[in-house]
């Protein structure tokens, strides 16, 4: 009796597990929460205590004493940290459903292509321990495919570029399954390192995380454009000659050629995809064009950029930071069925 009642106060969720974000998904509700994946971690007597969690703990990255330790605790989309992960899972799930201790729900959690077995067991681990009844993984492209309309079902090619912080996931799918996909190790994260480390190269300059963050969604661009060197934002940093604080006027033809390389890596994955992709499917891609998701594709100018080089023309989604979430919710209809597109034995 008590597993029955327990089983009708537990309210299935999707987890979009992002390196810079996670977003949750629960059914009937929708999307209920986009919040940073930082945990804020201080070190007292040798053991650690989590002080807080998402957008609380990304304001402190930076800005903390020795003591006191502002984690991301997902690199490149996979688990980097395994107990600080399974914290911040557990308060998420604590936080959607207000704290109940009676919460014990079934979860989806999305996970990169490339992922490991030893990587998808750590995901899998940690969401169970958080108190998860039962939990199911799928993959971040079929996900993006799915939240962005694709028609994925049906025998007709689709590509899907999914631009998330820690990855790139590329994908080809029919008939509800995956024909061919590449994780790119670059994404959001790799386009601020390269921000914050073309600054310090060309003027001598440090800015930190959150500063090149900034300067990307509002000057990034993928290539200049004859209006690039008029569109400008002022900036703060340390100077590495004598160490006092400077300011300067960063333009955005500036922030397009610290973003050459991961722009280029991107354009020729999708380009690796397409050659890879078998003639039949390829004219189907050719006629729907190609969908861009994650936060990476509000990049501006890169889908000019991938159209380019691959002659394809390219879409963005109309909700392209929701789409991974709103796919992986979209399974959750199917946890009940032995369904390819969920991975656990059935």
Not at 31 to 40: F, G, K, Y
Not at 195 to 209: A, H, M, P, S, V
């Amino acid at each position: 009796m008590f597993n029955k009642f327990f089983g009708l106060l537990s309210t299935d969720m999707a987890i979009d597990l992002g390196t810079a974000n996670t977003l949750v998904y629960v059914s009937r509700k929708g999307i209920v929460l986009n919040e940073p994946s930082v945990v804020a971690v201080a070190t007292i007597n040798g053991k650690p205590n989590v002080l807080a969690v998402g957008a609380e703990a990304k304001k402190m990255l930076g800005r903390t004493p020795d003591y006191i330790k502002a984690i991301r605790p997902l690199r490149d989309g996979v688990i980097a940290d395994f107990e600080i992960a399974q914290e911040m899972i557990k308060y998420f799930i604590k936080h959607v459903h207000n704290r109940s201790i009676f919460t014990s729900p079934r979860i989806v959690i999305c996970v990169p292509y490339g992922a490991t077995a030893v990587e998808r067991k750590a995901i899998e681990e940690a969401a169970e321990t958080a108190g998860a009844r039962e939990v199911f993984l799928i993959e971040e492209p079929m996900a993006a495919a799915i939240g962005a309309g694709l028609p994925v079902a049906e025998p007709r090619g689709s590509i899907v570029v999914d631009i998330g912080g820690g990855t790139t996931e590329v994908a080809v799918v029919s008939l509800g399954g995956i024909v061919l996909a590449s994780s790119l190790r670059v994404g959001g994260d790799k386009m601020d390192e390269e921000i914050i480390d073309y600054i310090r190269k060309n003027f001598n300059l440090l800015i930190g995380e959150s500063t090149a963050e900034k300067i990307k969604q509002e000057i990034g661009s993928a290539i200049c454009t004859p209006e690039s060197e008029n569109i400008r934002m002022r900036i703060r940093g340390r100077s590495l000659i004598d160490g006092n604080p400077r300011d300067m006027d960063l333009s955005q033809k500036q922030v397009a050629e610290a973003l050459t390389n991961p722009v280029a890596e991107i354009a020729r994955g999708v380009k690796d995809a397409l050659e890879r992709t078998p003639p039949e499917l390829v004219s189907d891609i050719i006629e729907d064009g190609i969908m861009l998701t994650g936060g990476g594709a509000l990049l501006a100018n890169l889908s000019s950029v991938i159209n380019n080089i691959s002659g394809v023309n390219v879409k963005i989604a109309d909700s392209p930071l929701d789409c991974v979430v709103l796919g992986t919710g979209a399974s959750l209809s199917e946890v009940t069925k032995c369904n390819a597109i969920l991975q656990k034995a059935c």
